[in-house]
C-alpha cells in the first residue's frame, strides 16, 4: 500500500489483527518498525511474523528508500521522515503505538515522539543514538572529511565495507549490501551527513514514556558505550544486548533480539490492560 504523504509516496504494510478483530487485546497498541539508511520493509520480516498474532504491526519503506519513491535530498530528513510516520498514524486511526527504530529509525522515530508524544506509549531503539542532550556544535566539523572520504571511496569496496562494518552474518551483509549498491554513494553521504545534524540539533526534551534500547555484542564501541549511557539517564527505560549480533542485530540474530522486543512490549500490554480494566471499575 502506498501514502500520498508531503514527503512523497511512501510504501508501507500492515499486518496482524485490524482494528476490533478479537486476536487482539484491546489496549494492544499499533507496533510501527523504522529501518536504517538504505534499508527497507524486508529488514523487520522476522519480527513481523513474531508478532502478527497478537498485534497490529506496520511497516514502512522510509521516504527515498525501497519501494517509496525518490525524494528531494535538500533540507532535513529525519523530521521530514518523522512528519511522515505521523502522518501515516493519522491515515491508519492509530491513537497509540510503540514505535521501534533501528539506526536512523531510532532517529525518525525520536523526532516522530517528539511530534506527538501523547500517541506514542513506548519505544524500542536498537542501534540508536539518543538526540537529547544535544551534542556540541564542533562535533559538525567532522562532517566534511566524513562527505570526502564517502566521495573518494570506490563504490564498490564502500558498499562491502558498509555491509561488513555493519552486519556480523552472511545473510544479513548481502541484504545490507544489495540495499547499499541500489540506494548509491551519493544518498549515503547525504543521510550520514543529516545524522551528525540530528546530533547536534536534538530534540528539546527527554522523551517521557518506557524504552527498550538495545545493541549488538559486535557492535561499535562507542554506540555500546552510549547506548549505557542513554539507558542511565532515561528512567523507565532497559537495556539490552543481543547476543552474536552487530549493528543490524534484529537480523543477525532475530531470536535473541525478538525474545527482548515481545518480552517488553507484553509487558506494557499487560500493564496497560490491568490499568484500563482498574480504571473501569472504578
Known amino acids: 500500500m502506498y501514502l500520498e504523504s508531503t514527503f512523497g509516496k511512501v510504501y508501507y504494510e500492515v499486518h496482524g489483527p485490524r482494528l476490533g478483530d478479537s486476536r487482539a487485546p484491546s489496549t494492544a497498541p499499533t507496533v ?8 527497507d520493509h524486508r529488514t523487520f520480516e522476522s519480527q513481523v511474523d513474531a508478532l502478527a498474532d497478537r498485534y497490529r504491526v506496520v511497516c514502512l519503506d522510509l521516504p527515498g528508500h525501497g519501494r517509496s519513491e525518490p ?15 505521523n502522518e501515516l498514524l493519522d491515515e491508519l486511526q492509530v491513537s497509540r503505538v510503540v514505535l521501534v527504530g533501528q539506526s ?10 517528539s511530534e506527538s508524544p501523547d ?20 562535533f559538525s566539523l567532522f562532517k566534511p572529511f566524513v562527505a570526502l572520504s564517502i566521495a573518494l ?26 540495499c547499499a549498491s541500489a540506494a548509491g554513494k551519493r544518498f549515503i553521504r ?8 540530528d546530533m547536534i540539533d536534538g530534540i528539546a526534551g527527554r522523551l517521557d514514556h518506557p524504552m527498550l534500547i538495545c545493541h549488538g555484542d559486535h557492535e561499535a564501541g562507542f554506540l555500546q558505550r552510549h ?14 544486548v543481543i547476543e552474536d549480533a552487530n549493528h543490524i542485530a534484529n537480523q543477525d540474530n532475530p531470536s535473541g533480539f525478538n525474545e527482548w522486543l515481545s518480552a517488553f ?12 480494566t482498574g480504571a473501569a471499575s472504578r
Not at 510501527?32 to 534499508?39: I, K, P, Q, S, W
Not at 547525504?190 to 545534524?197: A, E, V
Not at 512490549?265 to 484500563?276: F, G, K, N, V, W
Request: charged fraction near 15%.
Open 32 to 39: 510501527l518498525f523504522a529501518h536504517g539508511v538504505t534499508m
Open 265 to 276: 512490549l507484553d509487558s506494557h500490554t499487560r500493564a496497560e490492560q490491568l490499568h484500563a
Open 227 to 240: 547506548a549505557r549511557a542513554w539507558h542511565e539517564s532515561q528512567p523507565d527505560s532497559t537495556l539490552a
Open 190 to 197: 547525504r543521510l550520514t551527513l543529516d545524522m551528525f545534524g
Open 104 to 113: 536512523l529509525g531510532s532517529t525518525v522515530c525520536q523526532r516522530a515522539a
Open 153 to 178: 571511496f570506490p563504490r564498490k569496496p564502500l558498499f562491502a565495507m558498509f555491509a561488513a562494518h555493519k552486519a556480523l552474518k552472511p545473510h544479513t551483509q548481502a541484504y545490507l549490501h544489495a
Open 119 to 138: 500517541r506514542v506509549v513506548a519505544s524500542v531503539h536498537l542501534g540508536g543514538w539518543s538526540l537529547y542532550p544535544r551534542i556540541t556544535p564542533l
Open 71 to 85: 525524494v528531494d535530498l535538500k533540507g532535513p530528513y529525519s523530521s521530514r521522515a518523522a512528519k511522515v510516520i
